[in-house]
């Protein structure tokens, strides 16, 4: 009998533990799974509704997160064919995905479906743009300045309808042929320096940009400047049912890419159809909520295990090979369409360049160098290596990882070599910290987290030179501070 009854707990201990490793699993596995993703469907059209429902929202990232940042320039009083800016550094106020704090931001919007669209880069003389011009896809088109096609010369840019006839553009022009009516450029006026009078004169060069239509080439208006500082310009992803409302806004305003015709017939079943109201009802939008958080388990999964940039590092690159290599090719490599990839890039920031790695390069971290996720109400240190390989400047910047914004109400984001009183050590290194509250060393070179929360974070190269790339240069992970 004891020899039976001793089985029985061996039986129930190997139950019990196996219960916990698959939930273990689940939960490393899932890591935003709450009420809002536990959807069982009734029946056969409420489940392929769903699961189109996740597939749209996957596929469909990068052109809401273009539609949201175009919706909140209209708050602003904007428009197509108008450059929305900040004439002066970022604040918390700038809601959009992972932007640049150490630079001047302007992005001018362009719609040619009047006709081609000119956009005019000064020289790099009094200062100098890093950017680039991508379709409501956010691929890049080409990029502009020193690491664009004018090399640092200025020039005019003309941006082509789909289909328009590029013979019809005399010389003298940088042609940029779009697939697409609407998109955008990210132009970012380098500084010299921190200082407010090299602040000022990044913000004077940033004004010498032009946009208008070809068509009033010969006798241009004024260009047109939104100023983005007088609210707050939140352009973050909603993930509920407004994000299926926003897809439908650019489904209706742009014909479907050859690439994408796969999509009519799901987006079609979530009721997103070319020509026809979009109206879901209650239910729909209870399963539709319930699908865009489930594409975002999925994303984040994937963005958690993005191969490390070093090895044995927390440091990583978001966009993958078959990423990088579409977007250098317009998307028309026919074997590689990387939906999910693209999506993962779209969740966390906007942007795409044509040439990453000339003009600028980036590296995320989400870890400590314990594996542990960063948290906001935990201080840590990271030292950056002296003779950082860039020839204009590095910078460190802070995001909510909920979000992948600001932090609001932070009195700053980061910290760069450009930052006015940044503390180097004897050996060249820099000794950041990162923490709820400043280091007994002061607060020159800390960067403020929310207790509340998580948060991730974006090293910038601007200028980049090989030693990042070889390797011979080497950031290591953030370490805990007691």
């Known amino acids: 009998m004891k020899k039976y009854i001793c089985y029985l707990f061996l039986l129930l201990f190997i139950i019990t533990a196996c219960k916990k490793e698959n939930t273990t699993e689940t939960t490393a596995n899932q890591s935003t799974v709450d009420s809002k993703t536990a959807f069982k469907p009734e029946n056969i059209k409420e489940k392929i509704l769903y699961q189109r429902a996740v597939d749209a929202a996957i596929w469909g990232i990068p052109a809401v997160n273009f539609q949201l940042m175009y919706k909140e320039m209209e708050k602003q009083n904007g428009a197509y064919n108008q450059i929305v800016y900040w004439p002066g550094l970022l604040s918390w106020k700038n809601q959009t995905l992972t932007p640049n704090p150490d630079v001047i931001y302007l992005m001018p919007f362009f719609n040619t479906e009047k006709g081609p669209v000119v956009l005019e880069i000064p020289p790099a003389d009094n200062g100098v743009f890093n950017g680039s011009v991508m379709n409501y896809w956010q691929a890049a088109i080409e990029d502009v300045g020193p690491g664009g096609l004018d090399k640092g010369k200025g020039g005019k840019y003309i941006i082509l309808p789909p289909g328009y006839d590029k013979s019809k553009i005399p010389a003298g022009y940088f042609i940029m042929q779009s697939d697409t009516y609407r998109g955008y450029a990210l132009l970012r006026s380098v500084l010299k320096s921190g200082s407010p009078e090299d602040v000022k004169a990044a913000v004077d060069y940033s004004k010498r940009v032009k946009l208008y239509l070809y068509s009033e080439a010969s006798n241009a208006p004024q260009t047109i400047f939104v100023d983005a500082t007088k609210a707050v310009y939140d352009s973050s992803i909603k993930y509920d049912d407004s994000f299926y409302a926003t897809l439908n806004e650019i489904v209706q305003q742009e014909p479907f890419l050859e690439r994408d015709r796969a999509m009519i017939d799901p987006l079609r079943t979530i009721g997103i159809e070319r020509g026809k109201n979009f109206s879901p009802d209650a239910k729909t939008k209870e399963i539709f909520k319930a699908a865009v958080n489930e594409a975002r388990d999925w994303l984040i999964y994937n963005y958690e295990k993005t191969k490390p940039f070093y090895e044995g590092t927390n440091w990583f690159f978001p966009a993958d090979k078959e990423n990088i290599t579409s977007v250098k090719n317009s998307f028309q490599i026919k074997e590689i369409y990387p939906i999910d990839n693209r999506a993962v890039c779209y969740m966390i920031a906007f942007f795409s360049a044509k040439h990453l790695g000339e003009s600028q390069y980036y590296l995320m971290t989400l870890k400590d160098k314990d594996g542990n996720l960063l948290k906001g109400d ?95 240069w080497r950031l290591t992970d953030l370490e805990k501070v007691n």
């Not at 290596?385 to 460190?396: C, D, E, G, L, T």
């Open 378 to 472: 935990t201080s840590y240190r990271l030292t950056v290596p002296a003779n950082v390989p860039v020839k204009q400047y590095w910078s460190m910047t802070v995001y909510n990882r909920e979000t992948h914004t600001f932090i609001r109400d932070m009195k700053w984001a980061g910290r760069s070599s450009q930052t006015p009183g940044i503390k180097k050590n004897s050996d060249g290194t820099v000794t950041l910290y990162f923490g709820p509250k400043p280091p007994p060393e002061g607060e020159n070179n800390w960067v403020p987290t929310d207790p509340k929360g998580d948060f991730e974070i974006l090293a910038r190269f601007y200028g980049p030179t090989p030693a990042l790339f070889d390797q011979s």
